[in-house]
């Protein structure tokens, strides 16, 4: 069992920068690929970043590639989202999931464990 809780989110300018942090209980967490995925209102959750349980690899969706980085610190039981070069069309509900698997995946039923979601507001 994970759980898993999300920080870092608010109201940001169009250009700026936020660093969302997801920390995850239990001691097993190097044992997780992460991922991370937003839901705007209306819409369905769609895939951001992933990170293997390694952290030896990632991979985003075209939409955020270049301005975000995932990373994961197993030391602290956290991985982190860097978020640069904002935009308005990337407000939404973020949420961090862990997948009990070495590899990460782009779809969503693929994690075991979610978080609650932090919302992320980008003004334009």
């Known amino acids: 069992q994970v759980q898993l809780v999300e920080s870092g989110g608010g109201l940001v300018q169009a250009g700026g920068s936020l660093r969302l942090s997801c920390a995850a209980s239990?001691?097993?967490?190097?044992?997780?690929?992460m991922g991370w995925f937003r839901q705007a209102p209306g819409k369905e959750r769609e895939f951001v970043a992933a990170?293997?349980?390694?952290?030896?690899?990632?991979s985003y969706a075209d939409s955020v590639k270049g301005r975000f980085t995932i990373s994961r610190d197993n030391a602290k039981n956290t991985v982190y989202l860097q978020m640069n070069s904002l935009k308005a069309e990337d407000s939404a509900v973020y949420y961090c999931?862990?997948?009990?698997?070495?590899?990460?995946?782009?779809?969503?039923?693929?994690?075991?464990?979610w978080g609650q979601g932090t919302q992320v507001t980008v003004s334009s």
């Open positions: 999931a862990a997948r009990g698997a070495a590899l990460a995946t782009t779809t969503p039923g693929g994690y075991n464990y």
């Open positions: 239990g001691r097993t967490f190097s044992s997780y690929a």
């Open positions: 990170i293997t349980r390694s952290g030896s690899s990632t």
